[in-house]
């Protein structure tokens, strides 16, 4: 079992930053493709960016897309989620997510364990 937890989350007027992390407990961590999802009410859970077992490999959706960026510190267990250039359109709760897979996806049903999620609120 694996037991991701989000940390970091909280309020931001709009142009700041924010970093997110997220510690997971359990398996070994440097096994897990790790990914971030938000989401908002009444709409899908959508992927953010994910990192594949190394850190070597990123992806982004095209929102975050040189404004956040993912990274990971194996020996820490921790994943991270630095998100500058924030705008109202990015208020959401933010999961983090991890996957015993070998690939990156960016689908949620392609993750296994899941937190309970960090608000993240941008205002103008």
């Known amino acids: 079992q694996v037991q991701p937890v989000e940390s970091g989350g909280g309020l931001v007027q709009a142009g700041g930053s924010l970093r997110l992390s997220c510690a997971a407990s359990?398996?070994?961590?440097?096994?897990?493709?790790m990914g971030w999802f938000r989401q908002t009410a009444g709409k899908k859970r959508e992927f953010v960016a994910g990192i594949n077992w190394t850190g070597e490999s990123t992806y982004y959706a095209n929102s975050a897309k040189g404004r956040f960026t993912i990274s990971r510190d194996n020996a820490k267990n921790t994943m991270y989620l630095q998100m500058n250039s924030l705008k109202p359109e990015d208020t959401a709760v933010y999961y983090c997510?991890?996957?015993?897979?070998?690939?990156?996806?960016?689908?949620?049903?392609?993750?296994?364990?899941w937190g309970q999620g960090a608000q993240v609120t941008v205002y103008s």
């Open positions: 997510a991890a996957d015993r897979g070998y690939t990156v996806g960016d689908v949620p049903g392609t993750y296994d364990y």
């Open positions: 359990g398996r070994s961590f440097s096994r897990l493709v």
